[in-house]
């Protein structure tokens, strides 16, 4: 998992594991006749590589809301680190990919403790940006 600081100034921390998300992946994959992509080898390169050809996508991992890369959209999903790679898939760098997927699931952490936002304001205005969206 991928460390990011939980309040500006702060040294990051590591995102904790979530417990029971491989079991989620592997029973998902089960279910679609695939093979999940879990753990160390869940870096950036293979989760893109695959999303661009998926039909279906399903992502069991943190779900964070901070603009990590200034650009004005905020939101990252939390991949495994490697290399130069910080383990962050940004939303702007999802919205780049040209994908044909008919169906995207994202089940973010639930967990406490989980640094969705070192902002508030952000998770109010993607819920309202949710709500437009989906009616």
């Known amino acids: 998992m991928p460390s990011i ?10 995102l904790p594991s979530l417990p029971g998300a491989q079991a989620e ?14 753990g160390s080898s869940a870096t950036k390169s293979p989760i ?20 990590f890369k200034g650009q004005g959209v905020p939101g990252a999903i939390a991949l ?25 699931v994202l089940l973010p952490s639930r967990q ?3 640094y969705f ?5 952000a998770i109010a205005k993607r819920c309202c940006e949710a709500q437009i969206a989906f009616g």
Request: zero cysteines; a positive charge; charged letters at 20%.
């Open 80 to 104: 495994a680190p490697s290399g130069n790679d910080n383990g962050l898939l940004t939303s702007s760098e999802i919205l780049d990919l040209k994908l044909n997927a008919e169906l995207v």
């Open 25 to 38: 992946a592997n029973a998902i994959a089960s279910l679609l006749n695939t093979k999940a992509i879990t």
């Open 5 to 14: 600081s939980p309040k500006i100034g702060e040294p990051p921390q590591q």
């Open 112 to 114: 406490k403790n989980t």
């Open 48 to 67: 893109v590589q695959q999303m661009l050809k998926a039909r279906m996508i399903h992502l069991a991992t943190h779900g964070l809301l901070d603009d």
């Open 117 to 121: 936002s070192r902002n508030p304001k």
